[in-house]
């Protein structure tokens, strides 16, 4: 499939961030020993996964591999969806890593968390972390990643917004699906509803702009 060819050539390309995403995996780990509260660890997991978006944009950028794109047989549609899977993969991964060891080092700090909640904040950094590459990518394809860098830090936004929500509110991940209520079923579906919505409108974008580039 071309789309996972071009997504595969995306992961080729952070060979050379190798060390700055395992940095990027750890370091929500120490920062939940400051909030202790797996919905706001797990949002800024999240918060770091998307900042490292644009690195690909960049080592493209560096080595002009534009001319390479130019002759792959690959269309500009899957190539743009390529890299979409990409970045949603790496947010998948970032899920991972957080919901394995974030509870552990909860438990150890004496902070029981079920699967319930772990499920909970997983699917809030999912939301968190999709909203962001949606507004991020067609930045880095219409700015480039030198103009665009300034978009690289949308999530910045998200993570304070999470963190104040969590301080003024106490929301914690035990109390998100008993704050939807009646709705428990509504606003999940509104929320995938918003999230395909979001990601076809912003491939869509990405790839008007790629069209459009000489």
Request: net charge positive; aromatic share 14%.
């Amino acid at each position: 499939m071309k789309i996972w060819k071009a997504a595969k050539l995306d992961f080729n390309l952070l060979k050379y961030y190798y060390k700055s995403i395992c940095f990027t995996l750890l370091v929500p780990l120490a920062f939940i020993l400051l909030y202790r509260t797996l919905v706001v660890g797990i949002s800024f997991a999240m918060f770091m996964m998307a900042m490292t978006s644009i690195y690909t944009f960049s080592v493209a950028d560096k080595n002009d591999m534009q001319r390479l794109y130019s002759i792959l047989p690959i269309s500009v549609k899957e190539l743009v969806c390529g890299k979409y899977v990409h970045a949603f993969l790496m947010g998948v991964l970032a899920v991972l890593v957080s919901c394995v060891l974030q509870p552990v080092i909860l438990r150890r700090l004496g902070t029981a968390v079920s699967l319930g909640e772990i499920a909970a904040a997983a699917a809030a950094g999912m939301v968190l972390y999709i909203t962001y590459v949606c507004f991020q990518i067609p930045a880095y394809y219409k700015f480039g990643p030198i103009k665009g860098r300034v978009f690289m830090y949308v999530p910045v936004v998200g993570i304070l917004l999470t963190m104040f929500l969590a301080e003024k509110a106490k929301v914690d991940t035990a109390s998100l699906f008993g704050m939807l209520g009646d709705n428990r079923y509504l606003v999940p579906c509104l929320l995938i509803f918003y999230l395909i919505a979001a990601v076809f409108i912003s491939i869509g974008i990405s790839i008007r702009v790629l069209k459009r580039k000489p």
